[in-house]
Nanobody, 118 residues
Framework: QVQLVESGGGLVQPGGSLRLSCDAH????????IGWFRQAPGKEREGVSC??????????YYADSVKGRFTISRDNAKNAVYLLMNSLKSEDTAKYYC?????????WGQGTQVTVSS
């Protein structure tokens, strides 16, 4: 059974940092492109960042709203992908999801809540 489990969310003050983790079970993440998405209340889900399949040096993508603040990385030995979020803003408040995709198969996690508030 395939499972993606996100963790690392929480309440943080503006300007703070969090590191989200996406741990995979039942699949080997090396073969998957991994994306981080977020959805705020009343808004559509949006793509935040992604990393191509392969090594830790695989190419990455960031939405303009997070470029320079967020960093995606993968650790294939741990079968996990991370999203380091720095300089958090109130508008980053959302539920964050990771997905794993080959182009044919796509899996989603259940999400982890990030709340940025003073």
């Amino acid at each position: 059974q395939v499972q993606l489990v996100e963790s690392g969310g929480g309440l943080v003050q503006p300007g703070g940092s969090l590191r989200l983790s996406c741990d995979a079970h039942g699949i080997t993440l090396d073969y998957y492109a991994i994306g981080w998405f977020r959805q705020a209340p009343g808004k559509e889900r949006e793509g935040v960042s992604c990393i191509r399949s392969g090594s830790a040096d695989s190419s990455t993508y960031y939405a303009d709203s997070v470029k320079g603040r967020f960093t995606i990385s993968r650790d294939n030995a741990k079968n996990a992908v991370y999203l380091l979020m720095n300089s958090l803003k109130s508008e980053d408040t959302a539920k964050y999801y990771c997905s794993a995709e080959t182009g044919i198969l796509k899996y989603w996690g259940q999400g982890t809540q990030v709340t940025v508030s003073s």
